[in-house]
Each structure stands twice: as C-alpha cells, then as structure tokens.
C-alpha cells in the first residue's frame, strides 16, 4: 500500500483533479443554462438546453481525456470504469483502491468549489447542485437507463483502445456518448454512470434518493460489457487501463503495451 502510494500519488491527484474540474463545469454550465436568471433560459426550450449541457460536457470529457494530466493518469474519473479494468487485471488492487477514493474526493471537491465561486446559484432548485436522481418513469426505467448506458460506454472503451486504427480517438468517441446521453437520458435518470459524479453532487445537496441505483447500475453495466468482450473470440486482448496510450506520460498500470 505505501508503495503504491510513494511512487503513483501523482496519478491519484490527477484522478481527483480530473473529476473535480467535470463537476465544477457541471455545476458552471448548468447555472447558465438552468438557473432562472439566465438569458439563455428565457430563449431556449429544455431540449435545446439539454442538447447544449450535454455538448460542452462532452466537451469537457474530451479535454480532459487529452489532456496532459489525462494521458498520464488515464482519466477514468469514474470508480465503475476502474473496477471494471482491476477486473480485467489491468490495475493492481491498491492504485484503484487509490484512484477510486481519489474520484470519489474529487467528485466532493468540485462541487464544493463551484459552490464556493457560484455560491447560491448551485443550490437553486432548477440547478440542485447537479444532482442525479430518477425521473419520473421511476427507479426501474432509471436503473435500466444506467445499466445500458454504462455497458456501451465501456464497450466503446474496450472496441477502441484495443483497436490500433481507434485507440487514439477513444476520448472523441467518449465525448460523443456523454453528449448523447445528456442530451437523451438524462430526464430518465439524470445521466450519470459515474457512482463518484453522483455522490459529489449527493454529498453537497444532502439529497441521496436512490443513491444505490448509481452504486450499483454503472458497474453492473460496464461489468457486463467486459464480460462479453472477453467470451468473443474475435476480440483483441486488452492491452492497457489508459483511455489514451499513444503518448509520452509514464504508464502505472500492467500494461501490454510495455512489450
């Protein structure tokens, strides 16, 4: 564990930071979308505005994937993402004991500086400190919700990075499933797969409807995608943890790329 700690911490902070700054321009983009006071508000019906959030966090999802910081750590920022690949044996168990509090700080974290720089913006009801709670087809709609998008986005991870001709776009591919999925889903249940995204926002708000519902669909998704491309036999082998790979920054993980 101290070892671990003593030579990765530097990927742990990345980790945190990563989602730190999602949910710092979730709560951002919301506020100018959603809040009352917003102009944009008063000229746009809530799918265009939905369209739009979902644009610039896919956006954001994107910068994030290619950032620097994001090609070292290999910007899962997302506990359900991490699991899936210690599952896979990409990560040893103590990086993602340390990448899975990480996100989980940094989900807490973003949200309580865009509270702290936007003040009672965030915990106005039309923006609730983005908080991901079902809609209103229930918990079942929305568990499913969650469950399917989860295993497309971790099968678009598994296609892509194993995939030569694609593992560079990865994070362009992400940014299209978030901008879908916002733009979509999101009156289902939020839109979230992201068990850290969603308690950052809980956490603040004080609002823990349904919170297992993101604890346990996100990972049950990506789980199940995982499961699938390992029983195809026409499936490349997974060679890394890393959303993006072909890059400088060193590589923590148990990496096939190493040889």
Not at 31 to 39: D, F, G, I, M, T
Not at 118 to 134: D, E, F, K, M, Q
Request: glycine share 8%; aromatic share 12%; charged share 10%.
């Amino acid at each position: 564990m101290l070892q671990s700690l003593r030579r990765h911490w530097p990927e742990y902070v990345i980790e945190a930071a990563g989602l730190g700054f999602f949910m710092i321009a979730a709560c951002a983009f919301a506020v100018a979308l959603e809040h009352p006071a917003s102009p944009i508000r008063e000229v746009l019906p809530a799918f265009p505005r939905r369209a739009l959030m979902g644009l610039a966090m896919g956006a954001t999802a994107v910068a994030i994937i290619y950032s620097p910081w994001g090609k070292r750590s290999g910007a899962h920022i997302n506990p359900a993402v991490t699991w899936t690949f210690f599952r896979l044996g990409k990560i040893a168990g103590w990086d993602a004991v340390f990448y899975v509090l990480a996100q989980f700080t940094g989900g807490v974290a973003g949200v309580v500086i865009a509270v702290l720089a936007l003040g009672a913006l965030v915990s106005h009801p039309s923006v609730n400190y983005v908080a991901t709670i079902p809609g209103p087809y229930g918990i079942p709609f929305a568990f499913a919700a969650e469950v399917a998008m989860a295993f497309v986005m971790m099968s678009m991870i598994l296609l892509a990075t194993n995939q030569p001709k694609l593992a560079r776009f990865t994070g362009v591919f992400a940014g299209v499933l978030v901008f879908a999925f916002i733009t979509l889903e999101a009156p289902i249940s939020g839109m979230s797969i992201n068990p850290a995204r969603t308690f950052g926002s809980a956490f603040n708000a004080g609002l823990w409807t349904a919170l297992w519902l993101y604890f346990v669909a996100p990972p049950l998704g990506m789980a199940l995608a995982a499961e699938i491309y390992r029983r195809l036999s026409t499936s490349p082998p997974v060679r890394c943890a890393k959303l993006h790979h072909d890059n400088d920054e060193r590589c923590i993980f148990r990496c096939g790329y190493a040889t």
